[in-house]
C-alpha cells in the first residue's frame, strides 16, 4: 500500500528553511515542508499548498527534484514522498500550528535533529542533482536498509 506525500525545501544559496515539526508525525524533528495529497490534487499543487499552510510563503520556480520510498519493518505502508525545491517564494516564512520555520546555512544543517536519512540525500539536493532512493527503518526510526543513486530524470 503506497501514500503519496510531498516535501518542499526552500534553497537560497547559502540558507536552506527548515521547520522544527511541532506535533504529530516527526515531532521535534527538522524538516522540509509538506504532507497529503488532497483529493484531486497534483502532487505539485499539494506541495505548494502545504508549504503556505506551514511556512506562510508562496513558493514559485519549485521542481521536482526527488522521489524517495519509505518504509518501516513492521509496517505494510510504503511512503512515497516527492521532493521539491524552490528558490524564490512571496511572503514572509511564519509559525504555524505544525511547523516553526528557520533558516539555516547549508554548513550547519541541523541533521543530528532530522531524520536519518536526510544526511545521505541532502547533498544531492544542494548540488541540484536530480535522485531517487529507497529508506526501510526499524520501529526506532533507524536505517536498516537503503539504496540512493542520482538519475537524469524524474
Known amino acids: 500500500m503506497k501514500k503519496v506525500l510531498t516535501l518542499c525545501i526552500i534553497h537560497q544559496h547559502p540558507k536552506v528553511l527548515l521547520g522544527i515539526k511541532k506535533r504529530g508525525f516527526g515531532m521535534g524533528k ?3 515542508f509538506g504532507g497529503k495529497l488532497n483529493d484531486g490534487e497534483t ?6 499548498r502545504e508549504v503556505k499552510e506551514e511556512a506562510g510563503v508562496t513558493v514559485e520556480d519549485m521542481h521536482k527534484i526527488g522521489i524517495i520510498d519509505f518504509k ?3 509496517k505494510p505502508e510504503v511512503l512515497e514522498v516527492h521532493v521539491f525545491k524552490a528558490n524564490q517564494f512571496q511572503g ?3 509559525e504555524s500550528e505544525e511547523m516553526k520555520p528557520e ?12 531524520w536519518p536519512d536526510d544526511k545521505h540525500w541532502f547533498p544531492l539536493f544542494l548540488q541540484d542533482k536530480k535522485f531517487q532512493g529507497k529508506f ?8 536498516l536498509e537503503m539504496k540512493l543513486k542520482e538519475v537524469k530524470e524524474i
Open 30 to 32: 527538522y524538516n522540509g
Open 43 to 48: 502532487v505539485e499543487e499539494a506541495a505548494k
Open 72 to 74: 518501516w519493518q513492521d
Open 92 to 94: 514572509e516564512p511564519n
Open 103 to 114: 533558516w539555516f546555512h547549508v554548513d550547519a544543517i541541523p541533521f543530528q535533529k532530522m
Open 136 to 143: 526501510l527503518f526499524d520501529n526506532s526510526d533507524n536505517i
